[in-house]
RNA sequence: CGGGCUGUAGCGCAGCUUGGUAGCGCACCUGCUUUGGGAGCAGGGGGUCGCCGGUUCGAAUCCGGCCAGCCCGACCA
């Protein structure tokens, strides 16, 4: 390609409203344009870095026996009913009405459409099958953010596996993940496998893998000593053992006037600091009401709650509900009494005594309460949210909290699907099976992002060259000198007989002005060729990660460049 | 969905308080000079001022409604 024709618009300044460094620099590269929230056109360049990465995903998914198909963006509703999708994935999912007036959605995932096709597998003898596609999924986010990092339409990557057994899945799921970790290396990305939830996925054995970012949406909680890694939304620790001193006798009520907060009755006279109290909160699960407890200074992770509970509809209560329930207002709400109400309580208020909780009446509080004894809990769990600093709970060690973006994740669905489709197989005895299956996503613009995010410096991008644009740029100097830009075509077209994917820059601009660009779109190798070198018949070549410039004699200047694109 | 903010040329912005028919920088076009790190001079093109309505002789500017976008939170494979 030639620069002059190349619709490349990069912009000297940064666009008002990016603020995530890897929407910048695609932006200002000239790699995207938003149409609207959430929606972003892919210009040339983006083309092809994500025709790359799509080339390193199909090689390690065929290397591991996946076969791509490609499937309907255009669903029926009768599929999503079919699973029970079509009501849980509520506002998430695009619907649409055709002439008929028959209900569509546009695919936000495919499960259920792999799962109809599924339907043909016949034997234990065709599995396990790997299937997958590189297909765009839409998804009304309530919050499209950080430009192409999270889209309402976007491509991924979707795989299924299928087994008869668990064992099987096991073994699709371990294969998964390897090709998962070769992929990430292959672009690039230090990407770290956590323990994550399912969501509304539903599953086990929930895989994601994070890149460390400042842009990331997730927190992750490593430990560095003995590699524990886990999403927030999982995340454990140890509880440090607190002297809850001599134990009460029993409940003793006490008015506290204007007190609401944990912090309020913490700073209360006769109060108790933030992990002598009981936090109470009132959720509403499937419609019914629910009293969480925690530590008081301990936040709620909802996500953990959802998951200990298997709720699908979810909420805080509002307060009128909080009335109904309790008699109180937030602020003096309390559990002790309560039979009415089922009872989740954090495992960290386990053993737990002469601690201090509203007491179900304005204005009033309890202390002296002994979890265990004055509490009906009807289920423990874990619930709480863990900090920077905390302890970890496999080998003691510091936790650290980094914010991380998600760029795989890989999950086994078990029978989810294969109950509600009825996909089985018969077994070697003859007798049907049901099908056991697994689920492994890769969003390729964000996994573009996730590159930039972490392969740029204060130029521009700095792309590993499996995915850049262009591996080479040819920077011509003076034009209008003759020899210059023959010796810059001439030099162009043995790259690209060499196989060295190559763009010549023959505007007629000013040097800066092409240096800056071919560093702001980041191809990996520039070779400037002017009058300069020319007289001497040198060219200089220049390493856009290190800088590194060194002169090269013109004639083996392919030669050259091949042996480092090579390494 | 709650809170905050913004819509004026491709990009970044001023003008709005105090109404008089739109401007700056970059980019773009032409010419000349220039050319190894974002050139200079001269000339030029480009805008339904987000949309609809109202007030007014007159609205980018004032008023009302709507739409869109961004940020924080909620939410979210």
């Known amino acids: 390609m030639r620069w002059s024709q190349a619709f490349i618009p990069t912009l000297r300044d940064d666009p008002a409203d990016a603020e995530a460094i890897s929407h910048r620099l695609l932006v200002r590269g000239g790699y995207i344009r938003q149409l609207m929230a959430g929606a972003y056109s892919q210009l040339p360049l983006m ?47 695009f619907r649409l009405r055709d002439r008929k007036d028959a209900d569509l959605a546009l695919g936000m995932t495919h499960e259920e459409i792999f799962g109809t096709l599924s339907l043909e597998l016949r034997s234990y003898r065709d599995l396990p099958q790997f299937w997958y ?13 950080g430009g192409v990092l999270r889209t309402r339409e976007f ?4 795989s299924y596996s299928f087994d008869i057994d668990p064992a099987g899945l096991d ?24 323990e994550a939830s399912s969501g509304a996925m ?40 607190i002297d809850d001193g001599v134990e009460h006798a029993g409940v003793e009520k006490f008015a506290t006037p204007g007190v609401r907060t944990i912090g309020d009755l913490a700073d209360f006279d006769g109060g108790a600091p933030g992990d002598h109290q009981i936090k109470t909160l ?15 200074d301990h936040p ?38 309560v039979k009415h109400i089922p009872i989740l309580a954090d495992l960290a208020l386990a053993g737990r005594y002469n601690m201090v909780t509203g007491a179900n009446d304005d204005d009033f509080h309890l202390r002296g309460v002994n979890v265990e004894r004055d509490i009906e809990v009807s289920k423990w769990l874990d619930l709480r949210e863990i900090s920077d600093g905390e302890s970890c709970f496999t080998c003691g060690s510091s936790l650290e909290v980094f914010k991380a973006i998600e760029v795989g994740h890989i999950f086994k669905l078990g029978t989810k699907y294969a109950d509600a489709f009825g996909i089985n197989v018969l077994d070697e005895a003859g007798e049907a099976q049901t099908v056991i299956m697994g689920s492994y996503g890769i969003g390729l613009e964000r996994n ?40 810059g075509e001439r030099l162009y077209e043995q790259c690209w007989n060499a196989g060295l994917e190559t763009i010549l820059d023959d505007r007629d601009d000013r040097p800066g002005v092409k240096f800056a660009d071919a560093e702001l779109v980041g191809i990996p190798f520039r070779v400037t060729v002017g009058p300069r070198g020319l007289e001497s018949g040198v060219v200089e070549v220049q390493d856009r990660a290190s800088g590194v410039t060194e002169a090269v004699a013109l004639e083996g200047a392919v030669a050259h460049l091949s042996a480092l694109i090579q390494r």
């Open 202 to 241: 539903g599953g086990s054995d929930s895989i994601e893998f994070m890149v460390r970012s400042d842009s990331g949406e997730d927190e992750v909680v490593f430990c560095r000593s003995c590699g524990y890694a886990a999403n927030m939304e999982r995340a454990t620790s140890r509880v440090e053992d």
């Open 300 to 337: 709620l992770v909802e996500q953990k709650l959802q998951d200990g509970t298997g709720a699908i509809e979810f909420r805080p209560a509002h307060p009128e509900e909080i009335r109904a329930a309790l008699g109180a207002d937030p602020g003096s709400l309390g559990a002790v009494g």
């Open 448 to 487: 573009i992002a996730a590159v930039v995010e972490t392969h740029h410096d204060e130029k521009g991008i700095v792309w590993p060259v499996a995915i850049a644009p262009y591996s080479v740029a040819i920077t011509v100097l003076r034009t209008d000198v003759p020899g210059s830009l023959e010796a």
């Open 47 to 93: 083309i092809r870095v994500r025709s790359k990465v799509a080339k390193v995903i199909r090689e390690e998914m065929d290397r591991i026996g996946g076969q791509e198909f490609l499937l309907p963006a255009l669903h029926p509703a009768e599929v999503w009913q079919k699973s029970g999708r079509w009501e849980i994935m509520g506002d998430e999912m």
């Open 155 to 158: 491509t991924m990557k979707d």
């Open 171 to 194: 073994a699709s799921f371990q294969r998964h993940y390897e090709a998962y970790e070769r992929i990430f290396a292959r672009l690039g990305l230090d990407a770290v496998p956590v």
């Open 282 to 296: 009132v959720y509403i699960l499937e419609g019914e009401p629910r009293l969480v407890l925690l530590r008081g």
């Open 133 to 145: 596609q590189i297909q765009t999924k839409f998804r009304d986010e309530p919050r499209p953010k």
